[in-house]
Nanobody
Framework: QVQLVESGGGLVQTGGSLRLSCAASTRTFSNYDMGWFRQAPGKEREFVASIRSTGGTTSYADSVKGRFTISRDNAKNTVFLQMNTLKPEDSAVYYC????????????WGQGTQVTVSS
């Protein structure tokens, strides 16, 4: 079982930045692909970004490309999401997720952290 704990959410003005962190409770963090998802009120959860276990390959939703950057520190069992040029439509609860590299679907989820972008 892997526990994921997100932090770094908050209230920011349009155009501002936030950095989310997700700490994983596993000794084999480097065996997991990691992802960030978000869910706004009344909407389905959507993919934001992902990073492979070794950190060599990343993927982004079109809506955040060029503004968000996902990264990881395998020595600290942590994945990050740097969010720049934030827009009100980025407001949502952001979730961290993990999956073993041999699995297709994400297996473990954090409790989420709220990001609110004021206009």
């Amino acid at each position: 079982q892997v526990q994921l704990v997100e932090s770094g959410g908050g209230l920011v003005q349009t155009g501002g930045s936030l950095r989310l962190s997700c700490a994983a409770s596993t000794r084999t963090f480097s065996n997991y692909d990691m992802g960030w998802f978000r869910q706004a009120p009344g909407k389905e959860r959507e993919f934001v970004a992902s990073i492979r276990s070794t950190g060599g390959t990343t993927s982004y939703a079109d809506s955040v490309k060029g503004r968000f950057t996902i990264s990881r520190d395998n020595a600290k069992n942590t994945v990050f999401l740097q969010m720049n040029t934030l827009k009100p439509e980025d407001s949502a609860v952001y979730y961290c997720a993990a999956r073993r590299v041999v699995v297709v679907s994400y297996e473990y989820w954090g409790q989420g952290t709220q990001v609110t972008v004021s206009s």
